[in-house]
């Protein structure tokens, strides 16, 4: 009896034993894809140029023909004039590649600092050289913006030779 009580545990650990190394050497899932990852499988991330690269060409895929990558690599749409609005369907578009390009919001953050550190030193210059009363780039995304009354045409051309050498911030009038 004790024999066979023996050799029933012995084949139950030996059973226990191979359904615990097959479980852990059988095929692993995938792991779940993050903002970033470059899809390779290398564990390294896309870096930002391709980031930046892969959202403009959704947007151009979606119509947004406007929003361009600049000479220093950022993402870029041209200046809409006072009251006007991107064309039509930008927000949609955003939200759908957005969607499609994760690592977009961390690479967005960054340029936003970059963008606002960049705005307040043409504020300052601003200032300094003859329009005093410029208002302060929103510290979100460095957006100067200035109400219909607030712009003023002379002022801001006053202001260029000697601000005109510094990154030129973005802005809107009249919203």
């Known amino acids: 009896m004790r024999e066979r009580i023996g050799r029933t545990l012995i084949a139950a650990t030996a059973l226990a034993t191979a359904l615990v190394m097959s479980g852990c050497s ?94 307040r030193a043409f504020v300052a210059c601003g200032r300094k050289n003859g329009y005093p009363d410029m208002p302060d780039p929103d510290p979100k995304d460095g957006i100067l913006v200035f109400t219909d009354q607030s712009f003023d045409p002379a002022k801001w051309d006053a202001i260029q030779p000697a601000c005109g050498k510094l990154p030129m911030p973005g802005y809107r009038i009249g919203q």
């Open 26 to 119: 059988g095929p692993q899932a995938a792991a779940p894809k993050v903002a970033g990852d470059d899809g390779s499988g290398s564990g390294k991330p896309q870096d930002d140029a391709a980031i930046k690269q892969s959202w403009v060409s959704c947007m151009h895929t979606q119509g947004q023909t406007q929003v361009l990558i600049d000479k220093e690599g950022n993402i870029a749409m041209p200046a809409t004039g006072a009251g006007s609005t991107p064309a039509g369907g930008y927000e949609a578009a955003a939200r759908l590649c957005d969607g499609k390009n994760p690592g977009i919001h961390q690479v967005q953050e960054k340029s936003n600092r970059k963008f606002v550190d960049m705005a």
